[in-house]
Structures are given as C-alpha cells and as structure tokens.
C-alpha cells in the first residue's frame, strides 16, 4: 500500500525522505519518489522498482532543499512505472502532491481539465489533484486545496507542496492514515509511525476531514470547515527497535518468535489479580447490554477473517450468541440484515483495511453497536467503532500475519469468556478450567517455537511441490485456512484448505500420488471421523503430515509424518497449531528463494478497496 512522507525544518529534507520511505515499505509499494524544493524549483526524482533503484538513480546527486516530500507507490489505476510513480505535478511544475487512496471522479475531472489545455503525464488518478491546483490556485496556497478537495470524490491522504509557497507542507486525509510527528525546529509526515519514530516520538495523528499546515515550527489543525482543531500528543512508546528485525533473517520469522510474548501482553492486562476472572475495561458490558443483543457479525478481510471464523466458534460455544462471519468486501455490498439489535465486530490488525472500515461505517450508519479489535492503536477502525480491544502485538511488519492473528484469537477467546461469565452460559468450574489452560498459552508458544528442525526438513522435502492440501473439521479447518493462506502468500504454492468432511464432494479428486496433505486432528468430537478422511486421502498416496496434540498416539499410525504441539484444552489448541504452519510456510519460502517480507503482488496494509 502506499506510504508517505514529508519533512520541512532546518536539515537537508532527502535524507530523512528515503529513511521514512525504507520504514514503510513492509507496506508493500511498486515504485518510489521524492519531490524536495531546492530555493526556486521543486526537483521531482522517480523510480520504478525498489527504493534502491531510486536511491542509486540520485547517488552523487541528491536533492538539495529542507522541504520535501516522497511516496512509496502501489498500484491501482496505471502499472508501475517512473511515470506513474508518485510525486506527480501540474503542467507547471508548481503544485507537486503525493497521495494514497482512490480519486474515484478522476476520470470526469481529467477530461474537464484536458479540454481546458492541461497535459497528463501519468495514467494515475492522482495527477488530476496536481492539474486542479494549478487550475484553481490564485495566490493562497490554503484556500486551493481546499477548493481541490471540494471536487476530488474518494478516498486519500494527500501532501501538498507549492513553489510559490515553500515555507509550508499541506496535508489532509479521508480514510487513510497521516501522522505528523512534531521535532524542534523540523517537522514530519508519514503514513506510519515507523517512518518518524527515530526523528521523534511526539505525534499528531489526523482524524478524517482534517487539514495540517505544516511549517518548521508550527503545525496549525483546522477541520472541514476550517475552524481550528486542538489536537492531543500522542507519544508514541514502543522503540525503535521494535521495528526493525532484531537479529532475525526476516520480519515474518521475528514475529513468529514474538508469539509468546505477544500473547502474554494480550492476556495479561486482563486477568483478574487472583487470575479467576477476566476484566475488559474497555468495555464493561452488562447483561443488559448483551441481552439487548440479538445478532453478532464479525466482519474482516485475510488472516483476521480467518480469526473471526475462530472467534464465531469461540461466540457460539462459550457465550451461546448467534453470530454471523463475513468477509468485509462481500459484507458491505450484500445488503445485510443489521439493526439496534446488532453488534458488529471488525477484527483488523492495521485497522486501516479499507473494506473492514467501510463495513463498520455502513454497520454504523445502519444503528449496529460496533467493537473493533485491531492491533494498531488510533488506527482509523479504532477511532470509527464505538468500543475498541486492543490486540497487544506490538508492531507487525511483514505483510503475512502471524502475531496479529494469535492475539486475535486470544481476544476473541476472552471476549467469549467474558460474555459468558455476564450471560452466564458456562459454570464456573469450566470458566476457572479455561483460564487455567489460557495461562498457560504463552509457554506453550514458546514450545512450539523450541524444535524447528522437523519444520525445515519438511519444507525442503515439500517446498518444490506446485499443490499442498490442508484438511481438518471444525476449529482443525479454520487453522488450516489459515495454514493454507500463509503457504500460498508467501511461497506462492498453490494450497487450498479443505473442512475434511467435504474431500468427498470433489477435491478428492485433486489427490494424487505424492501429493503433500497437512491434516489438522485435534478436536475430540470429530477425530475418529478426521482419521477416516485421512485414510481417503492416504489410500491415493498422498503424503500426510498431521498436527497432532502431545498426548495423542494413534495419529502417527495413520500419517508419513506428525508434528505435535503442547496439550491444551481443544478451544485454544489453534493459538498452537497455527505455529507450526507458519514455520512451514517461512521455511518453504525460503526453499523456494522467495522474498518472505514483501511477497510479490501483495500490501501490509490493503487502503484502497
Ligand atoms: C495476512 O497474512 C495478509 N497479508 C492479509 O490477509 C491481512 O490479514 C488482511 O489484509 C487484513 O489486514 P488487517 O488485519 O490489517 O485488516
């Protein structure tokens, strides 16, 4: 997705615009440019590729200037190329902006502008906003943009710069993120607190509608209207560090390792002192609130939707609600059923995915009560929903996620038990048996982390193979969806989940000798039948690595390979068996030679619909 920066102040501005830049491409971005205003013109330099081929294209020959601008590019309308990369500019070379988001009315508006003489350079939508400034603008840089954002239709963040008016940056944002982050005698902007966090770590972060001019030393806020806007500081508290890849070979392998504390920061914070109860501060819900509830949906796109399937099993067991699981695209468009009597929740772990925003806001404008469980906090999902429950993960940057989606099941599990415990659907003695089993979750990770030498083998002898099969029932499939996801974004293997129980309906018939199966069997009530349809896929000679928990001997009879994970009670086994999928995943990418933080095609954080 694309990442932003800006920079005005007392340094040279390029430096800090490729150092921002290289901090948001976990984003995932196509091509990459800065625009830097050198005493009488704006110097635009663009790149195609990595930002490496822009940092080589302006070796030796670096713009000079303290104001500037710069943007990591992912495409949407027009290929990645130098001309389609971002900053664009007006015939004039005046007005440069850089955008992310969607001008939705471009079309409409570059053919107004084309007739009135204006010559396109790019096939984006965005140059429109850099043609309708020069169109526009008649000596007040403020008012121009103002009149700019009056006509684009969409959704943005967008950094203005002016020839004619150096001393200051505009920026302003509807549906995607814009930080600005506040030094002394300089100023920052950036799509993402990683880009500034080692300039500073004092932030304004903008509400949609805002409007920022930024200058050296002063940033003034107004809103649409243009009345000014009092912002809060918010300091960010995580390190530096804990962006960065802390000795591991590559961000995904690093958040795996991070699991266990990641759950532990999850759970901690709400478990009662005697560790009997769980407390959700956040929300403190009473029965009746919960009774006025009729319907829940969760709402999500990618590895939280495949959270959510957990956290509807998790609902429907533990808290006895109906709960109804889509994915955000689909979800905004099908018209659903939503009332009063309706709680939405969005699981998110940027929550900047702009379908899962979208489908909150319509769940909103519908009279749903909305809870957001999102990992990122002040994210524009946490800022729209009525309640929000933060996923403690800390920063995730490879674009395929794994602490995010561990400590979204924890949530959705202890949201699950704290409904019950109000509703009171479950007796105590199996409340205290689940919080007991939950404790003990963050050294069971650990556990699963400790012997990946099995891991390896596997996905050196499997990582060639074009198709892998993953089957379970019940809580085995939503892992194994999971499972299957990791593998194909990463590895770019063909791999597809399957609910075992359907095998027979069809994809049997994609089984063939040698062909690698991960079978999920850990879920009481639906072993025996699991076990018949591994002996399906096993008497066509496919090859049967199964996950297991420790206790269990009778699945190693069945398969070529097994791998167990530690005991726990069958509700929270997925926060374990997910582990070693992601390795297998990690490690087939690596076998194949693939580019594990920035698989091809794909964004961290998916803005634009
Ligand atoms: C996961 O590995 C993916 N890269 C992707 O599916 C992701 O989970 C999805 O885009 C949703 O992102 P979000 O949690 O930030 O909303």
Redesign the pocket.
């Known amino acids: 997705m694309c990442g932003i920066v800006g920079y005005i102040g007392k340094n040279q501005a390029a430096p800090f615009l490729l150092e921002g830049l290289s901090k948001l491409e976990y984003r995932g971005y196509d091509s990459a440019g800065i625009a830097v205003y050198d005493g009488s013109h704006i110097r635009v330099e663009k790149s195609v590729g990595r930002l490496a081929s822009l940092r080589d294209k302006i070796e030796g020959d670096m713009p000079q200037g303290a104001v500037g601008i710069g943007h990591t590019r992912w495409a949407t309308h027009g290929r990645p190329s130098d001309r389609n990369a971002h900053p664009h500019t007006d015939c004039s070379g005046d007005f440069v902006i850089v955008h992310n988001g969607i001008i939705e009315n471009y079309l409409s508006l570059k053919e107004e502008l084309i007739a009135k003489g204006h010559e396109f350079q790019s096939e984006t939508d965005t140059e429109v906003v850099a043609h309708l400034m020069e169109e526009v603008y008649n000596g007040d840089f403020e008012a121009a943009v103002r009149e700019v954002l009056g006509r684009i239709e969409g959704s943005y963040a967008l950094v203005f710069l002016s020839r004619k008016d150096p001393d200051r940056i505009i920026c302003t944002k509807q549906d995607n993120p814009l930080v600005i982050g506040l030094g002394d005698g300089e100023n920052f902007i950036a799509s993402d607190i990683p880009a500034i966090i080692a300039r500073t770590r004092r932030t304004y972060i903008l509400n949609d509608g805002e409007f920022a001019v930024v200058k050296k030393d002063s940033v003034w806020v107004t809103n649409r209207e243009g009345e000014p806007v009092t912002k809060k500081v918010f300091e960010v508290n995580w390190n530096a560090e804990a962006a960065e890849k802390g000795g591991y070979e590559h961000f995904m392998l690093k958040e795996i390792h991070e699991q266990p504390k990641a759950v532990r920061d999850t759970v901690s914070p709400r478990l009662s002192k005697d560790g009997k109860s769980i407390i959700m501060n956040e929300l403190n819900w009473n029965r009746e609130f919960l009774d006025s509830i009729k319907k829940i949906f969760i709402v999500?796109?990618?590895?939280?939707y495949n959270a959510g399937l957990v956290g509807k099993y998790y609902i429907e067991k533990l808290a006895r609600v109906p709960v109804e699981i889509d994915i955000a695209s689909e979800f905004r468009y099908r018209d659903p059923i939503i009332d009063e009597d309706t709680l939405t929740i969005v699981l998110?772990?940027?929550g900047?995915?702009s379908d899962?925003l979208a489908a909150l806001k319509e769940s909103k404008r519908q009279g749903a009560k909305t809870l957001a469980i999102t990992n990122v906090v002040g994210s524009s999902i946490a800022r729209e929903a009525d309640q929000v429950i933060y996923t403690w993960a800390g920063p995730e940057i490879a674009?395929?996620?794994t602490k995010?989606y561990t400590t979204q099941l924890i949530i959705m599990f202890m949201l699950s038990l704290y409904m019950s415990g109000i509703r009171g659907t479950q007796s105590q003695e199996r409340i205290s048996e689940l919080l007991e089993a939950l404790k003990k979750v963050p050294a069971q990770v650990s556990e699963t982390l400790e012997d990946v030498e099995p891991i390896k083998t596997f996905a050196k002898q499997y990582g060639f193979n074009e198709d892998v099969f993953y089957i379970g029932r019940s809580l085995d499939y939503d892992v194994s969806l999971e499972g299957a996801?990791?593998l194909k974004?990463i590895s770019y293997i063909h791999a597809e989940a399957y609910a075992a129980g359907e095998l027979k309906h069809g994809t049997l018939a994609l089984i063939i000798e040698g062909v690698p199966v991960i079978a999920l069997a850990t879920q009481k009530n639906v072993y025996e039948k699991t076990l018949s349809n591994i002996k399906e896929v096993k008497a066509r000679d496919a090859v049967v690595i199964g996950i297991a928990a420790e206790g269990d001997n009778e699945l190693e009879k069945y398969v070529d390979h097994v791998i167990k994970v530690p005991e726990t009670d069958e509700l929270l086994i997925p926060v374990l068996t997910v582990v070693p999928l992601q390795l297998l995943a990690y490690y087939a990418a690596i076998t194949r030679g693939c580019d594990v933080d920035k698989p091809r095609n794909?964004a961290k954080?998916?803005t634009v619909e």
């Not at 999500?300 to 939280?304: E, K």
């Open positions: 999500a796109c990618g590895t939280a998110s772990q940027s900047e995915t899962t674009v395929a996620s995010a996801l990791k974004e794909l954080s998916v």
